[in-house]
């Protein structure tokens, strides 16, 4: 087994300015280097074959610990649960019914996320030119 298979595989859009940010924060979070962080805006990135680079740049996924790809919000749980600060907030996302929930507000997120990253863009541009 690599030191990527012993990992949790994240896949993110670097492209996106929230993705990075969010990235950013995992990225410090993660002292032990439970995460193998990959992002797929990148277009030679290795991908398993069953998650095309299109797919991947729509939706967060990740290949947990057990070799399984999530997405949505179960990805985000599997993720908090390798982070210290976090891993109490997966355990209550983890609660029935709540993962489910976590989904519905992350797929209603999903179509805004474009706008979303703009408006950052628009004000990091802002704040740059200060």
Do not use: N
């Amino acid at each position: 087994m690599t030191d990527q298979e012993s990992r949790t595989v994240v896949f993110f859009d670097g492209s996106c300015p929230l993705c990075r940010s969010e990235i950013q924060m995992y990225r410090r979070q993660d002292a032990a280097g439970a995460l193998c962080l990959v992002d797929v805006s990148v277009d030679h990135t290795g991908l398993p074959p069953t998650l095309d680079r299109e797919t991947a740049m729509k939706r967060f996924h990740i290949i947990g610990s057990e070799g399984q790809i999530l997405s949505g919000a179960a990805a985000f749980v599997e993720v908090w649960r390798q982070l210290p600060g976090w891993r109490w907030v997966a355990r209550i996302a983890a609660l029935p019914g709540l993962t489910a929930l976590l989904e519905c507000g992350y797929r209603a997120f999903l179509p805004l996320r474009p706008r979303l990253a703009q408006g950052v863009e628009r004000a990091r541009h802002l704040i740059r030119k200060d």
